[in-house]
């Protein structure tokens, strides 16, 4: 019987998974196939409970809900319990299990940014989500000394500083209000710049103004795309990647955690490329229609955006990925 693996998130329609980790399943003969679920929070715990039966392999987790499904899992794998945020679920019978594969996957793609060069020790993070979670431990654990993050809901990344509080007893990590000059003011002092909100996801458009990048950063936009920031800070001077690598390797992980096997990772590159080259195809086949799907997106918790930032209905549709 074919097993499935099923990618959950809203929207989903701009994935990029599908056609890796279906190519990998064909290239080693695993019966299997790799659905997109668009789910609402509100259907989130019923499809989290559909996947206890023996026909699921696991799953994918995407925007929003990687912080959401934690408490639905019957074990945590280190990382997850560190970040607080689920992006890969396996199965022990009927019992789930959550990992969290975008931490190794942000370090592949830090790694690959900072180069030859020595490991840097500060940085600014935008974004407090469950990518954000990911990005955040990882610099961390990669031994950064001072960790900025700025969020639309000051609140959210203030929740995520006091979650993080015995891993980073040690050094510095602070959230601060969403302001242009505080911003900037912190670039000045930072050499790792990470975007790890989805401001740039569905429209052309950057978190920050291009004035505040400075040449020095080594910049990694989490969004699978040239964003309007990459192309912003690669004009300042600055060293630019965006989010395949990660993208890539979570997703690599994930594969050898359903299946036992190591991933096809270079099978799987190519098919990441033509995906994206190709346009972006919604599970049913036809086009998808990003910015609509981004519209009906989740209510902020609570507050306002900052001043200037985009909010999700200002963003037209663009062919885009990420997870
Ligand atoms: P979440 O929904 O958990 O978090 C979204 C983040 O984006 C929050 O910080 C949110 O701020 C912010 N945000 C969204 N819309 C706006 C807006 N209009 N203005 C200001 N801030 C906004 O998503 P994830 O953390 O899971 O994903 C975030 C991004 O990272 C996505 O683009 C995702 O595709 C990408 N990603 C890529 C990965 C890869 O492998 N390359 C892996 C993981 C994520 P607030 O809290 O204030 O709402």
Redesign the pocket.
């Known amino acids: 019987m074919t097993k499935r693996v099923v990618l959950i998130?809203h929207p989903v329609a701009?994935s990029l998974s599908g056609a890796m980790q279906q190519a990998a399943f064909d290239e080693l003969r695993i019966d299997a196939a790799y659905e997109l679920w668009d789910r609402t929070s509100i259907a989130l715990g019923d499809a989290i409970a559909e996947l206890r039966t023996d026909d699921f392999l696991g799953a994918n987790i995407?925007?929003?809900?990687?912080?959401r499904v934690v408490p639905m899992m019957d074990r945590l794998t280190d990382d997850a319990q560190a970040t607080g945020?689920v992006?890969t679920i396996t199965r022990e019978g009927r019992r789930l299990v959550g990992h969290n594969t975008?931490v190794p996957?942000?370090k592949v793609?830090l790694d690959k940014l900072v180069g030859k060069q020595k490991m840097p020790r500060q940085a600014v993070v935008?974004?407090?989500?469950?990518?954000?979670?990911?990005v955040v431990y990882g610099l961390i654990t990669e031994g950064f000394q001072r960790i900025i993050v700025f969020?639309?809901?000051l609140h959210?990344?203030e929740g995520m500083v006091r979650h993080f509080g015995r891993s980073a007893a040690h050094m510095e990590l602070r959230a601060m209000p969403?302001h242009d000059s505080i911003i900037e003011a912190e670039l000045a002092k930072s050499k790792v710049l990470v975007?790890?909100?989805?401001?740039?996801?569905s429209a052309d458009v950057s978190?920050i103004p291009r004035e505040v990048i400075h040449g020095d950063l080594l910049v990694l936009d989490?969004?699978?795309a040239r964003t309007r920031l990459l192309r912003d800070a690669a004009t300042a001077g600055a060293t630019t990647a965006?989010?395949?690598?990660?993208?890539?390797?979570?997703?690599a992980a994930a594969f050898s955690l359903w299946t036992g096997q190591p991933a096809p990772l270079e099978l799987m590159q190519t098919r990441l490329a033509e995906a994206r080259a190709g346009g972006i195809r919604s599970a049913e086949g036809e086009p998808a229609d990003v910015g609509a799907s981004a519209a009906q997106?989740?209510p902020?918790?609570q507050?306002e955006?900052?001043p200037g930032?985009?909010?999700?209905e200002?963003?037209p549709a663009a062919a885009v990925?990420?997870?």
């Open positions: 998130g701009h995407t925007i929003p809900h990687k912080e945020a992006n975008d996957g942000f793609a935008l974004g407090a989500g469950g990518g954000a979670r990911a969020n639309r809901h959210r990344a969403w975007n790890a909100t989805s401001i740039g996801l978190p989490l969004i699978y965006d989010g395949e690598l990660m993208l890539l390797h979570q997703g997106g989740e902020a918790a507050g955006p900052a930032q985009p909010t999700a200002d963003q990925g990420a997870e």
